[in-house]
């Protein structure tokens, strides 16, 4: 319990940080990188003008995440998994306002899970395995954005993601794709229900990405 209650009291924080980083990538392909600063009310400091997510959102994001973390993330997985929960914040917020997934952001986040994953585990063959885990995803994204409606920010994305998800064994990776597809789903059922889109509307798949690599990391780490 006191764990998760640090967790979100460290995510509110971050949140506050993060909010800038929202801002500044969350602009439609082709457009130069935002440069407002927001305040955590979503208003810019320098012309008040209303800008990014709505007034905490981006925060209360990043405490429910501290708080899962914080509750129920094993010591050892920690500093990857915040990693991916700071970048993850970021780059759902930014793929749900544009449907982009930056490579400003998703190739530091690879980067950083490259050099967090040896220190997290350090059996060759665990890293063998997120290797792979890292490249099958990366391939089937791949394809699923040639031949289907995804992007290639979502193919950039899981290399990183299968490689965390690889973690916790092939079981928490298929659990991984299971979930995201499920979270994915989810929300697009809410999001006509509510007639907030149509059968046609072009969704966010990041978010769903994001949330179903931690869902699955979280059951492994309980089993």
Do not use: I
């Amino acid at each position: 319990m006191t764990g998760a209650v640090v967790g979100a009291v460290l995510g509110l924080f971050a949140g506050a940080l993060l909010r800038p980083a929202v801002a500044r990538y969350a602009v439609p392909p082709g457009e130069p990188w935002g440069s407002c600063l927001p305040t955590p009310l979503g208003r810019c400091v320098r012309h008040g003008e209303r800008t990014g997510p709505p007034p905490l959102a981006v925060e209360a994001v990043a405490a429910a995440l501290g708080a899962a973390l914080g509750g129920w993330a094993p010591g050892r997985w920690l500093p990857l998994l915040v990693w991916l929960a700071l970048f993850g914040t970021v780059l759902g917020f930014v793929d749900a306002a544009v449907k982009r997934l930056p490579d400003a952001l998703t190739l530091p986040l690879f980067l950083g899970t490259a050099v967090l994953v040896p220190l997290t585990d350090h059996r060759p063959a665990v890293w063998l395995r997120c290797a792979l885990a890292a490249g099958v995803l990366g391939l089937l994204f791949l394809l699923l954005a040639l031949l289907a409606p995804m992007g290639l920010g979502d193919a950039k994305l899981a290399p990183s993601l299968g490689a965390a998800l690889a973690l916790g064994g092939w079981r928490a990776v298929y659990g991984g794709l299971f979930y995201m597809w499920l979270v994915a789903g989810l929300w697009a059922v809410a999001l006509l229900v509510l007639r907030r889109a149509g059968r046609r509307t072009e969704l966010a798949f990041g978010p769903a990405m994001l949330l179903g690599t931690l869902a699955a990391l979280l059951a492994a780490a309980h089993r």
